[in-house]
């Protein structure tokens, strides 16, 4: 089991452009998470999906952010218009069930770090 | 709402001394708890979480937390620190069946050989 795969592991983007940030949960995960740490800073939720549907993005800054579960493929997080203070850890994690930490908690992958410059 | 207080921001010790890392949290519900560790640019691993069994919690690499109702605190301790425990130690909370995980400050352990 390859366990969360994220990608790419660092990106870099110049101001105004896009990133694009992949997430493969784990096998038979059919729950996905997105957390962002700012430097000095613990993880922030930022939006939960399941395949096809939004959740929860109570997280999710207004503008310039969106995040997909398609039916087939990873999960993304797109940021459109990068500023420098996107600039952040971006770790998504998976779980088998509907988010009950006691019972199934949370698998985390390794991270996107993002650097716009 | 919940809260985590993480009371120190970094944490030095001596290789073969004990580790201390101190947490408060805040919570209108039964909290879990866990402990995940960071090391330098690497993922982040479960150390050990509490969901209302034991209250004394046993984890990997010999790492441990006691859950302490009447202070609010979730301390994490282990009897004598190695070089590879230096990494960054974040505490979390969640309340009943809340996916949402409330991350503290985090504190930075570093080990003096």
């Known amino acids: 089991n390859a366990g969360v795969m994220q990608n790419p592991r660092h990106l870099v983007r110049r101001r105004g452009q896009e990133a694009r940030l992949r997430c493969s949960p784990m096998?038979?995960?059919?729950?996905v998470y997105w957390y962002r740490q700012l430097p000095e800073e613990g993880l922030k939720f930022m939006v939960y999906?399941?395949?096809?549907?939004?959740?929860?993005e109570s997280g999710m800054p207004k503008e310039r952010f969106s995040a997909e579960f398609p039916k087939e493929g990873p999960s993304i997080l797109r940021i459109q218009q990068v500023v420098r203070g996107d600039s952040a850890a971006y770790f998504c994690?998976?779980?088998?069930?509907?988010?009950?930490?006691?019972?199934?908690?949370?698998?985390f992958g390794s991270g996107t770090r993002l650097t716009v410059v | 709402a919940q809260s985590v207080t993480q009371l120190d921001s970094h944490v030095s010790v001596s290789e073969g001394t004990p580790v201390l890392l101190r947490c408060n949290y805040s919570?209108?519900?039964?909290?879990?708890l866990f402990w995940y560790v960071q090391h330098p640019n690497k993922g982040l691993q479960l150390l050990l979480k509490?969901?209302?069994?034991a209250t004394l919690v046993k984890g990997i690499n010999g790492f441990e937390a006691e859950f302490k109702k009447s202070e609010t605190s979730f301390h994490l301790t282990k009897p004598s620190a190695h070089m590879s425990d230096a990494a960054e130690y974040f505490c979390?909370?969640?309340?009943?069946?809340?996916?949402?995980?409330?991350w503290g400050a985090g504190t930075k352990l570093i080990i003096k050989p």
């Open positions: 994690a998976s779980s088998i069930g509907n988010g009950n930490l006691g019972n199934y908690g949370y698998t």
């Open positions: 096998k038979g995960h059919s729950h």
């Open positions: 999906l399941q395949k096809e549907n939004i959740i929860d």
């Open positions: 919570s209108s519900y039964s909290p879990s």
């Open positions: 509490y969901t209302s069994a």
């Open positions: 979390v909370v969640s309340e009943g069946s809340n996916y949402q995980l409330i």
